[in-house]
């Protein structure tokens, strides 16, 4: 338990040993609103969609930012400080270890899903009802947690990359294109809607919509226990993958070649 909760302590604050706080400003508070403000006018100008739709879309999917680069940067920056070999050399429990360094990430995304929520509702003056505000702090604490998954699985790739900056733009912009942010699943290629059922985020953003719809937490608990399982999918797969190229690290001496 010290492991989990003060190592992944720990890791959190040592990301900021070279980044400075105030970056958290522009990408985690100017970005996203300025995100949620470009596709609704979008989609007011094309006439589709509402407002809420496109708020509602957007600010579940922020949480992918901290989830995707924070996570890779909690193994990346160990190479980059060089103790990489330090930490593969202790002889800590990794499931604790790399799950602690995971779980200020996800309290990180609830909190940058919720200030966009909060802050591109009051720009567009998007009026949600006070009775959905609690299931979708529920929803949306369910898909940070999910996204977090597909993060600790790019980070693994950091055992065998040099940086992982590019792939986690990549897999944002997969997120933002399949999962039904600004484009209905119904809309998209059978085969995108069918890719975006086994991604994070999209049965989360359905069942933020259908709160705020004003359904009932009860009603959308298909849904959001489907994210729920998406993203618990993700993380082992995450943490099989750590544990394999950890090992064949050790085997082939290309762990600080990457």
């Keep these: 338990m010290r492991l989990f909760f003060v190592g992944g302590w720990l890791s959190y604050r040592a990301l900021f040993g070279w980044l400075s706080p105030w970056i958290l400003v522009p990408t985690f508070i100017v970005a996203p609103l300025f995100q ?129 900056a590019v792939l986690s733009n990549i897999v944002l912009g997969i997120l933002l294109v399949f999962c039904g942010v600004n484009v209905p699943l119904p809309v998209l290629p059978g085969w995108m809607a069918a890719v975006a059922g086994w991604l994070p985020l999209t049965h989360g953003i359905e069942a933020a919509r259908g709160v705020a719809a004003g359904a009932a937490l009860s009603d959308v608990t298909s849904a959001t226990l489907t994210e729920l399982l998406i993203g618990t999918l993700y993380i082992l797969l995450g943490l099989v993958m750590l544990a394999y190229f950890e090992v064949e690290s050790r085997r082939s001496a290309s762990l600080e070649r990457a």
């Excluded at 949480?63 to 103790?83: C, Y």
């Excluded at 990180?108 to 720009?123: E, I, R």
């Design 36 to 164: 949620i403000l470009l596709f609704a006018y979008v989609g007011r100008s094309a006439g589709v969609g509402s407002d809420e739709y496109f708020l509602l879309g957007n600010a579940v999917v922020t949480a992918a930012v901290p989830a995707l680069f924070a996570t890779g940067n909690t193994i990346e920056g160990e190479r980059w400080s060089q103790t990489l070999g330090l930490l593969l050399a202790s002889p800590a429990r990794r499931v604790p270890l790399f799950l602690g360094r995971a779980f200020p990430i996800i309290l990180n995304g609830l909190v940058v899903a919720c200030v966009a929520l909060v802050t591109g509702a009051l720009v567009l003056r998007v009026s949600l009802p006070v009775s959905s505000l609690l299931p979708l702090g529920v929803v949306i604490a369910v898909s940070a947690y999910s996204v977090t998954g597909i993060g600790l699985v790019t980070a693994a790739l950091a055992l065998r990359v040099r940086e992982t």
